[in-house]
């Protein structure tokens, strides 16, 4: 059965930005893009286990700073030629606040 965490305001995460939560030995990336949509993935780039909350966030993808990896935010999977996946969480918004299911 899912379990739903409370995590912030949207507004406490930045247009294009990110914010990370971790719960037990997850860590958590929360994006937020430019058109408000909220998506949540493990914080680990599939390829050489960058930081994707320290990338940049363009439509809906999230691009790894360590070697440019592009990760799809709704699916967690690599773009292109590249190969890997990682995993996707999903969210809510009740009067504001983020919530994330695991």
């Known amino acids: ?8 305001s949207i507004e406490e995460i930045p247009s ?3 914010r990370v939560i971790e719960i037990g030995d997850l860590q958590i ?11 949540a993935v493990n914080n680990t780039c599939p390829h050489k286990k960058g930081k994707l909350s320290e990338g940049l966030v363009h439509e809906h993808i999230v691009t790894c700073p360590l070697h440019n990896w592009n990760i799809d935010l709704k699916s967690g999977e690599a773009l292109g030629n590249d190969h890997g996946c990682t ?3 999903e969210t809510k918004i009740v009067e504001n606040i983020i919530y994330l299911g695991i």
Do not use: E, P
């Open 29 to 39: 990336a929360i994006f937020k893009t430019k058109d408000d949509s909220i998506f």
């Open 1 to 8: 059965m899912k379990k739903w965490y409370k995590i912030v």
């Open 16 to 18: 294009m930005g990110s």
């Open 87 to 89: 995993n996707v969480y």
